[in-house]
């Protein structure tokens, strides 16, 4: 941005004003001569004029500073550290598209590299991760259908013994009972039978014996018949139908076992597949931040334009010059998001121009000014005013005519913009 001596401009300011003059009418004594009153008349008549409303040129010394219109602000956009390896020469015109400044790329090189191995080992945790949930899936499967079917045999052996062997158990012992009674009726007869003939003398002694031992037996057998029907169903019965409960019971708490044990591992698994696929996620964040940070280490020119340090611009107006600031070169570091270049469009420029506070109620929208300045006095820029208002806050903006002012140092045309002090 180039400053302009306080004496650089002359504002040319056309203004209109009324000059109103009342016409007295003059008064005549009574009973005057002749002469003296066409003398009064003459006189009168001279003292008449016609008038109209016209303008008149006021010239305003001001001062104030060039400015572009439109810049563009060039920013260091890395996060990281940024040396300065190249830059352009400061007041050297660019194109859009042009290298303005490149920064170090060595360090986000180095990261991307890495990034790019923290991409690939997330990545195969990520599939041995899932790898391993469909494993325990499958596995859970496979246990599971194991404990369907134990349950199912339990389950069948209880209903086998319930409609099988109670059946079969229960008839074995009555019919065991059963027969010991027949039999022992059988022999008590022919014991009975024996008594008489062994008294008769028809059979030996030993014989009839004989016959009272095997009533004797099937006496026995019919108790024991008895008792072990009793012990059946008292006990037998409850403690076969107890085991074959239990196996059941057994079968089906086993399987829920299985079952929550599978679960707790594949929520396991499950978390670490999440955890995986997100470190994955930010590993890949990661990588394309830093690809993208590796495009900010070359800033191109977004528009055409004028490189203008930012150290060559006052704070005030938004640059970091003053004191000993010292302009960006090769080696310099810069913070983030530090401003580097401004980009003004010099094609069309604007004046900052300080206006007396006594004068800049003079100055009008829509008002026609013609602009001199010190870089060229003999060549007048004529524009017209946009806006007015108080000073510090309000802006006159004016736009130079084709055959308007260039600037002395780049040949641009110019467009003004004052502001009322």
Known sequence: ??????????????????????????????????????SAQTIAARDVHTVEKSSFDMMLPVSGELAAQQQVEMRNKLETRAVITEIAPEGVRVSKGDVVVRLAQEEISDKIKDAKDKVNT???????????????????QSELDKADVAVRIAGLALQGWTEGDVVNKRQQLSLANETAAINLDRLKGRFEESAKLVTQGYIAKDEFEKDRIAMIEAAAKVKQGALD?????????????????????????????????????????????????????????????????????????????????????????????????????????????????????????????????????????????????????????????????????????????SSGWRHRDHGERACCERRLA
């Not at 997330?122 to 596995?139: D, M, P, R, W, Y």
């Open 1 to 38: 941005m180039n400053t302009l001596h306080p004496t650089a401009l002359r504002l040319l300011a056309t203004t209109s004003c009324a000059l109103v003059i009342a016409a007295l009418p003059m008064s005549t004594g009574c009973g005057g001569g002749g002469t003296d009153e066409a």
């Open 122 to 140: 997330t990545n195969s945790a990520a599939v041995a991760a899932e790898q391993a949930l469909a494993i325990k899936q499958g596995e859970k």
């Open 229 to 401: 029907i009793e012990v059946y169903e008292k006990y037998t019965y409850f403690q076969e139908e107890a085991k074959k409960k239990s196996d059941l019971d057994q079968a089906r708490a086993e399987r829920a076992r299985v079952e929550s044990k599978f679960n707790a591992e594949l929520v396991k698994a499950q978390a670490d597949v999440a955890s995986a696929n997100f470190q994955l996620t930010s590993a890949r964040d990661r990588e394309q931040n830093l690809e993208l940070q590796l495009t900010y280490t070359t800033i191109t020119a977004p528009i055409d334009g004028l490189i203008v340090y930012a150290t060559s611009i006052d704070s005030s107006n938004g640059g970091r010059g003053g004191g000993d600031a010292q302009p960006p070169q090769v080696g310099t570091e810069l913070k983030p998001n530090e401003l580097v270049v401004l980009l003004p469009d010099t094609s069309r420029m604007v004046a900052n121009l300080k206006v007396s506070e006594a004068l800049s109620g003079r100055i009008k929208p829509g008002q026609r000014v013609t602009l001199y300045s010190d870089a060229m006095p003999n060549q007048a820029v004529a524009f017209g005013t946009h806006q007015a208002g108080p000073a510090r806050h309000s802006l006159q903006r004016c736009h130079a005519q």
